[in-house]
């Protein structure tokens, strides 16, 4: 299946190194999931990205050629645009990055340049791993693939703002996911990552990078740290059922939503063999670990979820002076 890597913060004097793992990881990203590349990355405080089809091409100097932009300005859509392999969005800079998250597909639906994460609407990109198994009684926009979903459901209950309805997006959604998502709150970049039960999030401290970096398969953490030559360590498994926002310019978790996701009865027949396959592929990793940094009770007490509450109460006043609602 598809896998995902994040790298929510870049210290100053670090963007070399950042893009060298970025890379680097392409290579082990790619081995099993080749029908595209793609990232998304903060630089200079804006938001930008670039998607190819073909893995061999990624972080090569590419652009449309002149004559397929001609075709599509002279017949716009009634030609396919599936025929290129490549497309960017924003101002692409990666001489100064301060995050940045990487994608490689496996292919559910049509292998097209539409179809590659990330996907990205009004200042916020999304990548996922796993399947959406109802995503055809969801809205699909600019793509066929079940993913998009996710980020137009994202938007249309502006979780930006406000975190707590991630809950009504996960009620939303039948699948297996691993989700990240970046996005601007005024001129302040956050990082939200869920996934529910199914799924697996690793998260490691590279040394030379300062900084944590999280990936869907430890063995390609591991295999990206050893090419660039550099020290991985404090490896831990991250905690289903919560939306982690994390502060792109500290590094930092600065809030945690639970969320209960579909139970195992909504899961299709397709969804549970897709969860076979990568349980095959990812053996390595272990959602049960002990070494879990989040807390593993279920429910909430009642002080618990006031805390919650009044914790994203003081996150809404800091950070974007609406209040709480």
């Not at 496996?106 to 994460?117: F, G, L, P």
């Not at 297996?176 to 039960?197: G, S």
């Not at 360590?233 to 919560?242: E, K, P, Y």
């Not at 063999?273 to 940094?293: F, S």
Request: aromatic fraction near 8%; charged fraction near 25%.
């Amino acid at each position: 299946m598809c896998k995902v890597m994040i790298i929510p913060r870049v210290p100053k004097g670090k963007s070399d190194l950042a893009l060298k793992f970025i890379k680097a990881s392409v290579k082990f990203m790619t081995a099993s999931d080749p029908h595209g590349i793609g990232y998304a990355a903060i630089s200079d405080n804006k938001l930008s990205g670039e998607c190819w089809i073909n893995p061999n091409d990624a972080f090569q100097s590419k652009e449309i050629t002149e004559l397929d932009s001609k075709l599509h300005s002279l017949l716009g859509d009634s030609i396919s645009k599936t025929n290129s392999d490549y497309r960017s969005f924003g101002d692409v800079n990666l001489s100064s990055i301060q995050s940045i998250m990487l994608h490689s597909r496996y292919a559910t639906c049509d292998k097209s340049i539409e179809n590659t994460h990330p996907f990205h609407a009004e200042n916020t990109a999304l990548i996922h791993n796993g399947v959406i198994s109802n995503a055809s009684q969801l809205t699909n926009k600019t793509s066929t693939c079940d993913s998009e979903v996710i980020l137009n459901e994202y938007i249309a209950k502006n979780v930006r703002i406000y975190p707590k309805r991630i809950v009504d997006v996960i009620k939303a959604l039948r699948g297996w996911y691993t989700v990240a998502v970046m996005t601007q709150i005024d001129d302040q970049w956050y990082i939200d990552v869920f996934k529910e039960t199914q799924s697996t999030l690793i998260a490691a401290y590279i040394k030379e990078l300062d900084s944590t970096v999280f990936c869907t398969s430890e063995s390609i953490l591991k295999a990206t740290a050893k090419a660039c030559k550099f020290t991985l360590s404090h490896v831990h498994t991250i905690r289903s059922g919560l939306l982690i926002r994390i502060e792109c310019r500290t590094g930092e978790s600065i809030l945690h939503v639970p969320f209960e996701s579909a139970p195992r009865e909504f899961m299709t027949e397709s969804t549970t063999a897709w969860d076979y396959l990568r349980t095959a592929n990812d053996n390595n990793t272990n959602t049960d670990n002990d070494d879990n940094y989040m807390n593993d009770d279920e429910d909430l007490s009642d002080d618990e979820s006031a805390r919650i509450d009044l914790m994203m109460e003081e996150y809404y006043n800091r950070h974007t002076k609406r209040g709480s609602k």
